[in-house]
Structures are given as structure tokens and as C-alpha cells.
């Protein structure tokens, strides 16, 4: 079988490596070990660091990318309560985030997708739900997929390119293994999105001009509403603080009394903010779930 100049001696530097190092274990292990016997699997419904070996240093020199070693990896817990992050060098990452349910997903795969630019969309990974596909420079692919409530993030950075190196094809084939390998993670409902209802109530006012932040959207346009208004928005498990923010004035003003508008906003169920009567109101603060 013919092997790439290249890619044996990227093996044979990776062997050495390995044996010189001391081998894998701790937080330098990782795409740079030995091939797993058994792939990751949750633990009590948890992501685990060992999720970065479900892709193997043969695995990226598959498809071009020279051996390499997470040379992090663990928790993100500012990605989402259940999240692991793998790194290696050269800006090369893996990430694995396990939403509650399927819907949870979609809402954080919207909102991991913002201002991205793409560079090809659709349905291009075996196994995936959705897939969007990033460019960010001419060496540095980002790829998204959804299984379930399972989003895989894998990026290719600039290091271990060369002529026969293809960053999309390398991410699509990668992505896809990863997704073959973990065929029952992210099928399994274990919860739901939280919902954030907004409120908005007058006096002596029929309307009023409401803005608000939505947690998935970020940003959205004020606009005039008959009130008494009410606004439910779904929002994934973050890892960050989820902003409240609404603001709301009288549209119309009586003649004979004073126009008067409140707010209030509940996250499942609970209240979180509440705005004092006036002829314009707020409700801002924040939420964050327990971790």
C-alpha cells in the first residue's frame, strides 16, 4: 500500500514523540494515543474529556492532517452545563455540547450560527440532523453538526496543511466518523428548553411600543403592540448569563389621566425581573442556571 512521504513521516514523528514523552496520559492525551479498544460513552448523562479519543491521530492523517495531540481538554462550562472542549495546536479543536433535548439544540445550533459566514450549508455529514460549514481565512475550517441534542463543533486550523490537503473534506469525513462512533449520544430526551415569558400590561393606554432582547436571537427591532402583551421565547442550556432586558412605552396618552405601562418577566415559571409604572418601563437583569 503506498504511503504518502509525508504522512509516514508525520507517523514515524508521532511514534517517536509518544515514546520520548512517555506516552499519553493526562491532559496531553488525545488524538496523539493509541487507538481506543471501546469509543467514549456518557457517564450518568454526562460528557466526559475522554469524548476527545473518539477521533483518532490516524483518523487525521487520513485525510491529511499530520499527527497531532490534544494538548487540552475538558469541561466548558461557559459553552454549557455539559460541554467538553479538546485543543491541539495550530487551532485545532473538537467540542461536544449535550443540550437536553432536540429542540434545546436547535435553538443553540441558531445561535452558535450568527454572523458566521458560509461557506457551504446542508446535510453533508452522515448521521447529522444539520450541518454549516465555516470559513474564517483561507486555512482555517469550522464545522457544525447536530445529532439529536448532540452538537459536534470541529475546527481545522492552519497548521499541518499541505497541497493534498482538502479543510472541508477533512471536516465532513472527520465529523461524520465522530458521528458514527457515538451513534446513541444526543438520541435520549432528558429535558426541556427554559422559557422566558414577557409581560407587558397600561393604563389608560391601548398600545404599546415594546422592545426586548431575545436570548437566541440577541437582538431584535422594537415594536407597537396591543397590550396587555405577552411574548414566550424558548432558550437552550448556556453556559453564560442569559440577558433580560424589555423596555416599553405608552403608545397613546389620555387626555384626562395619565398613561401608565409595567413589565415582568418569568423563566420557568419563576420571576426574574419587574419593571415600576410609568409612562415607560423596564425590566433588565440577568439569568444563569444552577450548574
Known amino acids: 500500500m503506498h504511503v504518502r512521504p509525508r504522512r509516514l513521516l508525520a507517523a514515524l514523528a508521532a511514534a517517536l514523540c509518544l515514546t520520548a ?38 483518523d487525521f492523517l487520513d485525510v491529511g492532517v499530520e499527527a497531532l ?7 466548558s462550562p461557559d459553552v454549557s452545563p455539559n460541554a467538553i472542549t479538546c485543543h491541539a495546536l495550530g487551532s485545532h479543536f473538537l ?27 446542508g446535510n453533508t455529514v452522515a448521521g447529522a ?14 464545522l457544525y453538526a447536530r445529532q439529536g441534542s448532540l452538537i459536534i463543533s470541529l475546527g481545522l486550523g492552519f497548521a499541518h496543511a499541505d497541497q493534498d490537503y482538502d479543510q472541508v473534506a477533512a471536516a465532513t469525513t472527520l465529523a461524520g466518523k465522530a458521528l458514527e462512533r457515538l451513534p446513541e449520544v444526543g438520541r435520549t430526551t432528558t429535558g426541556r ?7 407587558v400590561t397600561g393604563t389608560n393606554t391601548p398600545n404599546a411600543v415594546v422592545g426586548y432582547t431575545d436570548p437566541t436571537l440577541v437582538r431584535t427591532e422594537p415594536e407597537t403592540v396591543t397590550l396587555p ?8 442550556s448556556y453556559g453564560m448569563s442569559v440577558p433580560i432586558n ?32 410609568g409612562p415607560t418601563t423596564f425590566c433588565s437583569g440577568s439569568y444563569r442556571e444552577a450548574r
Open 129 to 142: 440532523d444539520e450541518v454549516w460549514i465555516t470559513t474564517a481565512g483561507v486555512d482555517d475550517t469550522q
Open 229 to 236: 402583551w405577552t411574548k414566550t421565547i424558548q432558550f437552550p
Open 95 to 121: 467540542g461536544f455540547n449535550l443540550q437536553p433535548d432536540p429542540v434545546s439544540a436547535e435553538l443553540y445550533f441558531r445561535y452558535l450560527l450568527q454572523n458566521k459566514p458560509q461557506s457551504s450549508a
Open 69 to 75: 495531540r490534544w494538548e487540552d481538554r475538558g469541561p
Open 21 to 58: 514523552c512517555g506516552g499519553g496520559g493526562g491532559d496531553g492525551e488525545g488524538a496523539g494515543a493509541a487507538t481506543p479498544t471501546a469509543w467514549p460513552t456518557l457517564a450518568d448523562g454526562k460528557l466526559t474529556e475522554a469524548m476527545c479519543d473518539v477521533l483518532t491521530a490516524d
Open 193 to 199: 428548553p427554559h422559557e422566558m415569558v414577557l409581560t
Open 246 to 277: 424589555v423596555n416599553a412605552s405608552a403608545a397613546t396618552a389620555s387626555f384626562t389621566s395619565l398613561p401608565t405601562v409595567t413589565c415582568l418577566v418569568t423563566v420557568d415559571g419563576v420571576k426574574e425581573a419587574e419593571g415600576r409604572p
